[in-house]
């Protein structure tokens, strides 16, 4: 059974850093795909960062140069360091991981950026 477990958000003021994590077990870490997307309250659900499993990286416009994603093979985990952050990165982070036959997806995080 494949199970994805998000840690890291929180309250946050803007200019400020977090890191998420995103535990996976059940699946083959190292040969994935995988990612962060963003929900903000009345949006849909967007892409902010994703890797390849040669750790090639691509990132959303709203988050160049201030978002870092990272992976941990050897610990099945993957990482989304975010910094200098804005009011409008306030959302549910979720990771993902795609496999040859299906995607998974994390239960999300809240991130909220606030004075």
């Known amino acids: 059974q494949v199970r994805l477990v998000e840690s890291g958000g929180g309250l946050v003021q803007p200019g400020g850093s977090l890191r998420l994590s995103c535990v996976a077990s059940?699946?083959?870490?190292?040969?994935?795909?995988m990612g962060w997307y963003r929900q903000a309250p009345g949006n849909q659900r967007v892409l902010g960062a994703r890797?390849?499993?040669?750790?090639?990286?691509n990132y959303a416009d709203s988050v160049k140069g201030r978002f870092t994603i990272s992976r941990d093979n050897a610990n099945n985990t993957q990482y989304l360091q975010m910094n200098s952050l804005k009011l409008e990165d306030t959302a549910v982070y979720y990771c993902?991981?795609?496999?040859?036959?299906?995607?998974?997806w994390g239960q999300g995080t809240q991130v909220t950026v606030s004075s």
């Open positions: 059940g699946i083959i870490f190292s040969i994935a795909d």
């Open positions: 993902k991981i795609e496999t040859a036959t299906r995607d998974y």
């Open positions: 890797i390849t499993r040669g750790r090639i990286t």
